[in-house]
């Protein structure tokens, strides 16, 4: 079983931004591909970005382009998301989720694929 925590939310202006970390428990997190999702109230849990246990990284919604990056650090069982040039639209409880099977390359992007979440931790950018 894998346990994920993150951290690293918190209240921002418009144009700031975070990094938020998120530390997997188990010796098992090098081959888990990593994904982060968000979801606003009332809204349903969206993909934000994921990276394959190898570092791969392909899928970048276009709410995410050039302002967010994803990176994980298999030596400290923790993935990065950076987030720049935040906007209001951004405030939501950002997830850290993993999947175990897809190998070194790749990932899923859908939410159900996922066996492992975190708790959560809110973003919120004020106008």
């Known amino acids: 079983q894998v346990q994920l925590v993150e951290s690293g939310g918190g209240l921002v202006q418009t144009g700031g931004s975070l990094r938020l970390s998120c530390v997997a428990s188990g010796r098992t997190f090098g081959s888990i591909a990593m994904g982060w999702f968000r979801q606003a109230p009332g809204k349903e849990r969206e993909f934000v970005l994921a990276?394959?246990?190898?570092?791969?990284?392909?899928h970048y919604p276009d709410f995410v382009k050039d302002r967010f990056t994803i990176s994980r650090d298999n030596a400290k069982n923790t993935v990065y998301l950076e987030m720049n040039s935040l906007k209001p639209e951004d405030t939501a409880v950002y997830y850290c989720a993993g999947a175990k099977g897809y190998g070194s390359r790749w990932y899923p992007i859908e939410k159900g694929e996922y066996d492992y979440w975190g708790r959560g931790t809110q973003v919120t950018v004020s106008s």
């Open positions: 990276i394959s246990a190898g570092g791969n990284v392909a």
